[in-house]
């Protein structure tokens, strides 16, 4: 230890502790962070699924032509595409889903999603959190992700994030609408429990996680110096504090520096580890190494990982599953193909190292398309061969941990414009992966004013659970 260490703590010293960036944490903000946060997880359910993966395809896919086809209906509603048989009688989906087909048994599609919100950006708070985004464009007003409720209550495995989101970020992507979504960080519980947030291409041969190195011209000597700075920092702070809310803090320190100097957290993110067979099973595209990268944390006990559609379409034209115009070119060459191949691969490969089990896997835009091509339903409006905005009736995907398989949940009419069974609402969907992740219904949490809030007031859906 050098001589500075064991001199009394100077002002320079805090100061220079409290803005060592780890995970995006800094001590004053964790100190405020950790003040209001108590343990909050009482009466909780069994947990059926330790883990969830967020397949989330921003943009909001076209139900009538990938999981909810019409062929019965007008040309100019039904579109290009035809239904496939699968391995489950009686469902069909589209063409463009051949490896999907041959695993609904393991499939929960549900036909009949519904809310009122037109707007991509602030549609995806339904999804993420349950509820209606906060007005305006201040995030930190949102209702909390799913991940940071789980961060929050106490879920995770050191020294891992609990909550990790991927976005990757594709040449040219300006401005990145995914980074303006309501519902992905966690709101007004605080910054404490936002996620870890990847915009690195894990299909590129340069991929790292650069918080999870240590800087450069830091080796670990330094490293441990800045550890032991932060312990003698923390114990004269706990003589001035003597509640013991300053516990979490060090919890969250410690497991940053955990990760920077144990193999976890390089071996989570390495995905040269994998074989190259596997790689190329998920696809050598953003988004299949993206799923790729999910599966390698939940292995290592991460519990929410959400993965966002990279915006790899044409500007104004195609971005992400928006498809005003291209709606079918897009979907047959650029969408479905990969969706199709990493969900499925990623479906085996979970159920083949015996984690499908105990993992809960959602598919989902936060809206879907309109029912006639060209028809104009938002500001954006739709060309001659696009659909446009459409949050009226929309199709997800639930699979995994818990959920009964090869079954269709809910109905659209004829022309998948509004739910005709069972309809869905997002609160409901989300109060279902809380019910299989073992959060009690009713769950309160307090503000960073120390105001209680349910943090999901929706009912589970009893049909798709096991």
């Known amino acids: 230890m050098t001589d500075h260490l064991r001199e009394p703590l100077q002002r320079r010293d805090i100061l220079r502790a409290g803005t060592i960036g ?56 039904r579109g290009e595409f035809n239904p496939i048989a699968t391995n489950v009688p009686a469902i069909e989906i589209c063409e463009h889903f051949p ?24 549609a995806t708070s339904y999804l993420l959190t349950g509820q209606p985004p906060a007005i305006g464009s201040d995030l930190r007003k949102d209702w909390p992700n799913i991940g940071a409720v789980l961060a929050r209550i106490g879920r995770g495995k050191d020294p891992l994030p609990p909550f990790v989101q991927m976005r990757p970020k594709m040449p040219g992507d300006v401005p990145r609408f995914v980074e303006e979504s309501h519902g992905q960080f966690a709101g007004w519980l605080g910054p404490t429990w936002d996620p870890l947030t990847i915009d690195a291409r894990p299909d590129l041969p340069d991929y790292r996680v650069g918080d999870f190195l240590l800087p450069e011209g830091i080796d670990g000597r330094r490293m441990d110096e800045r550890r032991s700075l932060l312990g003698q920092v923390e114990r004269r702070l706990d003589q001035l504090d003597q509640s013991g809310s300053l516990g979490t803090m060090s919890r969250h320190y410690s497991r940053a520096f955990d990760l920077l100097s144990s193999a976890v957290g390089k071996d989570a993110f390495d995905l040269n580890q ?16 993206s799923v790729l990268q999910a599966r390698r944390l939940i292995e290592r006990g991460v519990p929410l990982v959400t993965i966002f559609w990279p915006n790899d379409g044409i500007k104004n034209v195609s971005v992400y599953w928006d498809t005003h115009s291209r709606n079918f070119i897009d979907l047959r060459d ?43 339903n938002s500001d954006a409006g739709a060309g001659a061969d696009g659909r446009d905005h459409w949050p009226n009736c929309f199709s997800s995907i639930l699979a995994g941990g818990g959920i009964r398989g090869g079954q269709v949940y809910g109905s659209s009419d004829r022309y998948a414009a509004y739910p005709a069974t069972n309809p869905v609402k997002p609160v409901d969907l989300v109060a279902t992966i809380y019910r299989q ?7 309160e949490l307090n503000d960073t004013l120390n105001r209680p809030f349910v943090i999901c007031p929706g009912n589970p859906i009893a049909d798709l659970i096991t």
């Not at 995970?23 to 405020?32: E, H």
């Not at 048994?105 to 707007?119: E, G, N, Q």
């Not at 085996?348 to 398309?369: H, K, N, P």
């Open 274 to 289: 994998e074989s190259d067979a596997i790689r190329d099973r998920y696809g050598r595209n953003p988004h299949g190494q």
């Open 99 to 122: 490896l999907l087909a041959q695993r609904c048994d393991k499939l929960a599609i549900i036909r009949s999603m519904t809310h009122t919100d037109v707007d991509h950006t602030t």
């Open 437 to 443: 992740m073992g959060v009690p219904p009713g769950l």
């Open 22 to 77: 780890l995970l995006g944490m800094s001590l004053p903000r964790l100190i405020a962070g950790q003040r209001a946060a108590q343990a909050a997880n009482p009466n909780s359910l069994p947990i059926r699924a330790k883990s969830t993966v967020l397949l989330f395809m921003w943009g909001g896919p076209a139900q009538q032509d990938t999981l909810d086809l019409k062929i019965s209906a007008p040309k100019e509603i």
């Open 334 to 376: 650029r969408l479905m193909p990969p969706a199709d191949r990493a969900l499925s691969t990623f479906l085996d490969d979970l159920s083949e190292c015996g984690l499908l089990d105990e993992t809960l896997v959602v598919w989902t835009g936060e809206f879907g398309r309109t029912p006639r091509i060209g028809q104009r």
